[in-house]
């Protein structure tokens, strides 16, 4: 028996690459001048009689030359040494036969030594890797209980290479006699065809989940509704009744005081006349806007008796007992002191019944106001809110904006104000700055020098410290095209409203909201999308400024909201503006050409003019008589806004003695105001004027452009990186800085946000099973192919499978992870501008794609395993692949965010091919070592192969250490390397986390 010397001294010749494993070097026992007959393969020799041989002795090798023979069955002998090795488990070591035709000793490859013909064939003579010593290892088909005994596999049972016992095979598989391996193809071709039928069912069938719930919701809605307007319609008849018989008991009082009073009071015909004159001066007045603050006192202190009894018994009780009083509820319109909240939990009934009694309340109470009789006045006036708006007045003086990179001004000397209560209307033509204006007033103005100033309620306040009452819709419909109309909005106002309104309350404003914007018959309907028909394209604007008014906003910016709508639908959503405008809203909003009974709509007008100046900032009643003043009379049939568009556009000469050109219109409006005026436009001030001001130089009146000569490449150049530079840093202090909250609105958190959000993002995956289902047939039929086309081999552990398996599931899921963010960009964009928490919709994407992370690698694996079936379990190639999975999602969120569609899908092509190719070159160097830890194919390389190796035990020792030393990988590292691929996907969703808040909309 060999010593630990000995075996030291065998095993050590692997790790010598000039050597050779049929080979050794000289020793003590077989060197130049001494070789007996055990230095031969398949032979050893023992040491003397009288000597004792310490076998854990590592140092020195005995000396072995006496007493050589064959080695003994069992075991095997290396050339060059004079001892026996056991062999391992798993490996059939008989006694060598000599095959006199080929002069070998089977089964094992060696020869007997040439001139002795006394030499025979011994035992074994080799145990190495697999590619060297093939011979020693019990063959396929066979299993070995011991070293000496090798037995065919039955029926129903199957051995690998190098098994020391069989094993049963699976039902419904093919193991003949003598059988490698089971045949459990049958089992994936069952479980492809159960999987395609069951996403064949999803693909189908997807949308009846929510529609099934959508119904019933729908039910519950319309019933209602209809007892709604059944109370309201019974509480109206009762209201008739009850009036009709106080005016017949009025009139029968009447008749018999006339008839039994002892003095006629004759009546006054005259004062009647007067008394008539005066009730139809006051109902004729038109209404102003109320204002808020407005309260009784500002009201006239008496009123008609001819009014209904209601008021009169409400100002009665005022009068009576004011401290019970808590006002007339705007909301509701229910001239009560107390609202019948549902309290508690409240099933989805009760909170429609709760809506949509309040809507039929104030349907009525907007009747009743219609009249704008003193009632109406009354009515209005003292209609304290239960929810107060918080007032915002913004203020502009000499508000002028130069871009950056090419020192061009956008907005020029603008000054005014835009006043709650009142809707504003910003024209002007193409080019002037309407959108810019619109920009700088809510705060989102980048890449620009601006100067003057912007007062909220007169103080020099950021307005993103009012960001939570501010609701700005833009130019392009940015709705979630795979959500309802209801569902936008309702998202819209949990996200914003105030944390303190209850469920019902919330409902209420959701309802007023689409009522107002006529979305009752569309409020199921998904938005749709370019892909697929949704809504109509009116409609769809409609829910864009929807989705701001259900948060109630103090200030209300739109960037044309009326562009592509039909008149009509215009008029609708003036009105619905109308009525926030009579809440005390500030409403600011471009439009392109309206027709003139919407411009009579609008309380204000800012004009602009080319160049971002301004031509007209005043009452819309107004503008008409001012442009008569400059000699601009509008001709008939004209409307008016599109004349003023045409001059201002220069297409329509102005008419008039003045001699003023569209030029001048701006200058008109500074000597109007009293406005400062700037330097280069002073001579045309002065020629307006026909004052004393003497002409300035041309020279002088240059200046601005004096700066404008032109550079040379290299300046233009660093002209350019320096914007970039100043653009980015715009970005960067917009979107980290956050300017201190000044409003009292309190909207729910981080947590309560992604609630929300997790709800919204999983209807939507609902709606997209059907491409979800596509994505898992995919990776089935790649899981089916790569598991028939590449098998997993015992030399290198599967290496060449799991290799194409990482560059197929990393590409697979890259690809699909990309939709979660590249889709939704301006969504995001747009809803992290409004306040709401980007953490919480990052997390919501990231938590249900966490579904995908678990679901895919079972997908593919169903397949691929049953296909190639490697030694590995199932749970541990699916535990690699999860990690993977995850891995891959979070780098494919920083190449949706970071890049476009297109080029990020490029990414997500080459990286996995790339990164794969780097991490299975050979670690020559210490670069390409370091290079190779940091590819993530490498991790999830080593994962599967050591989970694989592991299962190869015994005979295959030698092959296993020297397949891993050669790749680098370690056998207990297996843990390691699925927590580095957690430990990539968690640093791959910090990266996409920050990059998200940084790469904005440019």
């Known amino acids: 028996m060999c010593s630990a010397a ?21 020793n003590k026992n077989c060197n130049l001048t001494s070789w007996v007959e055990g230095c031969e393969p398949g032979w050893a020799c023992s040491v003397g009689s009288n000597q004792k041989v310490n076998l854990n002795e590592s140092k020195v090798i005995p000396a072995r030359t006496l007493n050589c023979q064959a080695c003994c069955e069992g075991f095997f002998c290396p050339h060059g040494l004079t001892c026996m090795i056991p062999c391992p488990l798993g490996s059939y070591c008989p006694l060598a036969t ?9 089964p094992y490859l060696y020869q007997l030594p040439p001139g002795n013909p006394n030499h025979t064939c011994g035992g074994a003579n080799i145990w190495a890797d697999v590619g060297s010593s093939s011979e020693l290892f019990c063959s396929a088909g066979s299993y070995c209980p011991s070293t000496t005994s090798r ?18 095979c699976f039902k419904l598989t093919s193991c003949n006699p003598n059988s490698a391996n089971q045949n459990i193809q049958a089992y994936g071709i069952m479980l492809l065809a159960a999987l395609s039928t069951l996403l064949l069912i999803l693909y189908n069938c997807s949308d009846q989940v929510l529609t099934a719930r959508e119904r019933r919701l729908a039910k519950s809605r319309e019933a209602a509704a209809r007892s709604a307007r059944e109370t309201a319609k019974a509480r109206q008849r009762w209201r008739s009744a009850k009036d009709a018989a106080k005016k017949h008991v009025s009139g029968l009082q009447a008749h018999l005081s006339q008839t039994f009073s002892r003095k006629t009071v004759a009546k006054d015909p005259e004062k009647l006349k007067i008394l008539d004159r005066v009730i139809s001066d006051i109902d004729d007045d038109p209404l102003p806007p109320p204002h808020p603050s407005m309260s009784a006192t500002h009201l006239p202190s008496r009123e008609n008796k001819k009014e209904p009894s209601e008021l009169m018994q409400i100002m009665h009780e005022i009068e009576d007992n004011p401290d019970n009083y808590q006002g007339i509820s705007i909301e509701t ?80 000397c603008i000054t005014g104000k835009i006043k709650p209560g009142r809707i504003a209307a910003v024209m002007g033509p193409s080019g002037a700055g309407k959108t810019t204006f619109l920009s700088a007033v809510a705060g989102k103005a980048i ?50 409203l105030p944390t303190y309104l209850s469920k019902p309350d919330k409902v209420l404003v959701v309802e007023r909201v689409i009522e107002f914007l006529g979305l009752q018959t569309v409020r199921a309907s998904l938005v749709g999308t370019v892909e697929k028909r949704g809504i109509s394209g009116g409609q769809r604007k409609r829910v864009n400024v929807g989705l701001e008014m259900v948060m109630e906003p103090s200030l209300l910016i739109l960037d044309e909201p009326t562009s592509g709508l039909d008149s009509a639908s215009s008029h609708q959503l003036l009105r619905a503006l109308r009525r926030e405008a009579l809440e005390g809203v500030n409403i600011c909003m471009v439009v392109h050409q309206p027709s003139y009974a919407l411009f009579k709509m609008f309380d204000d007008l800012i004009l602009l003019a080319k160049g971002g100046l301004t031509a007209y900032h005043g009452p819309v009643k107004k503008v008409e008589e001012y442009f008569a003043g400059l000699g601009i009379n509008i001709p008939e049939r004209i409307n008016p806004p599109d004349y003023f568009i045409d001059i201002l556009e220069g297409i329509v000469m102005p008419g008039g003695s003045s001699g003023v050109s569209h030029e001048d219109l701006p200058v008109c409006w500074m000597l109007h105001n009293g406005y400062s005026i700037p330097p280069d436009m002073k001579q045309n001030a002065a020629r307006l004027a026909r004052s004393s001001i003497d002409v300035i130089p041309a020279n002088e009146l240059n200046h601005a452009g004096a700066g404008t000569e032109e550079n040379s490449f290299a300046g233009e150049l660093w002209q350019g990186m320096k914007s970039n530079v100043e653009l980015q840093r715009d970005k960067i202090r917009l979107n980290f800085l956050k300017s201190k909250d000044l409003t009292t609105r309190r909207t729910p958190g981080v947590l309560q946000q ?3 959000f997790l709800g919204r993002v999983g209807k939507q995956r609902l709606r997209e099973t059907r491409i979800l289902a596509m994505d898992y047939l995919i990776l089935l039929l790649a899981g089916a192919c790569l598991g028939s086309l590449v098998k997993v081999s015992d030399q290198t552990f599967g290496a060449d499978a799991y290799t194409y398996t990482i560059i197929a599931v990393s590409l697979l899921c890259k690809i699909a992870a990309l939709r979660s963010f590249s889709l939704d960009k301006l969504h995001y964009w747009r809803e992290s501008a409004s306040g709401m928490s980007s953490l919480a919709y990052f997390l919501s994407k990231d938590t249900i794609d966490h579904f995908n992370t678990v679901i895919k690698p079972a997908v593919y694996l169903s397949m691929f395993y049953f296909f190639t079936n490697p030694r590995s379990t199932f749970a541990d190639n699916y535990f690699v692949l999860f990690c993977l999975v995850y891995c891959v999602t979070g780098i494919a969120y920083v190449l949706a965010i970071v890049f476009e569609p297109g080029t990020a899908q490029l990414w997500s092509v080459l990286l996995p091919v790339v990164l794969t190719l780097i991490a299975t070159q050979p670690k ?75 790469f904005q909309k440019k």
């Open 6 to 26: 000995e075996l030291k001294f065998y095993f050590n010749s692997f790790f010598e690459r000039s050597g050779s494993t049929n080979y050794l070097k000289p």
């Open 98 to 106: 000599l095959n006199k035709t080929t002069g070998v000793c089977e």
């Open 151 to 168: 037995q065919t596999c039955t029926s129903g049972h199957y051995c690998r290479m190098g098994s020391t016992s069989e094993k049963s």
């Open 333 to 412: 319109g229910d001239m009560s002191s107390h609202v019948n909240v549902p309290k508690g939990k409240q099933t989805h009934t009760q909170i429609f019944k709760y809506a949509y009694a309040q809507l039929e309340k104030e349907r009525a109470q907007q009747q009743e106001n219609e009249k704008l009789t003193f009632s109406g006045i009354v009515n209005l006036a003292t209609h304290p809110e239960t929810r107060k708006r918080p007032l915002i007045e913004i203020s502009f003086k000499d508000l002028t904006l130069t871009l950056k990179a090419k020192n061009k001004h956008l907005l020029r």
């Open 447 to 496: 890449g620009c020098r601006m100067t003057g100033l912007i007062h909220i309620n007169g103080s020099n306040d950021s307005i993103h410290s009012y960001k939570k009452i501010i609701g700005f819709v833009p130019q392009d419909d940015i709705v979630h095209g795979n959500l309802t109309v209801e569902e936008n909005l309702w998202f819209s106002a949990k996200c914003r």
């Open 754 to 756: 992604y609630r929300y």
């Open 924 to 998: 020559d160097s210490e670069f390409m070592k370091i290079l190779t830890n940091l590819c993530y194919p490498k991790w999830a390389l080593e994962g599967f192969i050591i989970a694989n190796s592991e299962r190869y035990y015994g005979v295959w020792l030698i092959t296993r250490c020297g397949s891993l030393l050669k790749s680098g990988y370690n056998l207990h590292h297996w843990s390691l390397c699925l927590a580095i691929l957690i430990l990539i996907g968690i640093f791959s969703r910090v990266i996409a986390f920050f990059c998200m808040l940084i």
